[in-house]
């Protein structure tokens, strides 16, 4: 498998075109990712309010003079793979960041090595913040490992108990703080 670089992945904000991959990611029944998280699949957004949702955020953050799109597209050598997200969003303090691969083929190959680091970029300077942190599910060996491959060592464990799980989910902690990108960052481009 040929080695992903930092110029491999980009990053953009979600647009109208990305809605039918982003909506079928989570209403697909053949995708069992969302299985081994626990999402519920009946908790979630019915498919058309999800697009209409999102429709919704992309118009009005195309109003802004600044983007404050807190959902980014990862592209990868040129094809839309994926996204990150933010919840428990706190401009200039800190946010929580998850990232959604969309395809199979696409996960395990270091894109999310690479776009981990670019998102972390991007949301650390559009926001303002200080810390990011993730609650990663201590079932998920692929998201994990890419945090350890960025050095980063869980804080402690947590659980996450949002509506569309089936049930809470155990969690490792992990934080980034501002000062921590430069080294992320080399390390991104070493291994990816």
């Given amino acids: 498998m040929q080695q992903v670089s930092l110029d491999d992945v980009r990053l953009r904000d979600l647009a109208l075109d990305d809605l039918d991959a982003y909506v079928e990611y989570w209403h697909d029944p053949a995708n069992t990712a969302l299985d081994a998280l626990g999402i519920d699949r009946s908790k979630v957004y019915p498919a058309k309010k999800m697009r209409e949702m999102l429709a919704l955020t992309i118009a009005s953050n195309a109003k802004l003079e600044r983007s ?6 990862i ?5 839309t793979v994926g996204v990150h997200d933010l919840t428990d969003l706190r401009p200039g303090d800190s ?6 691969i969309w395809n199979r083929e696409f996960r395990g ?13 991007l949301y650390f300077e559009r926001f303002d913040l200080r810390t990011v942190r993730f609650e990663t599910p201590k079932s998920n060996a ?4 890419i945090k350890e491959k960025l050095g980063l060592v869980a804080r402690g464990s947590g659980v996450f108990d949002l509506p569309m799980l089936e049930r809470a989910v155990e969690t490792n902690t992990y934080v980034v703080e501002r000062e921590m990108l430069p080294v992320l960052r080399r390390k991104a481009g070493a291994r990816g």
């Fill in 68 to 73: 404050q799109q807190p959902i980014v597209c």
């Fill in 75 to 79: 592209v990868f050598r040129g094809r």
């Fill in 95 to 100: 946010a929580v960041m998850h990232a959604h």
């Fill in 109 to 121: 190959r270091g894109i999310g090595l690479v776009s981990y680091v670019k998102a972390l970029e």
């Fill in 142 to 145: 692929g998201a994990n490992r």
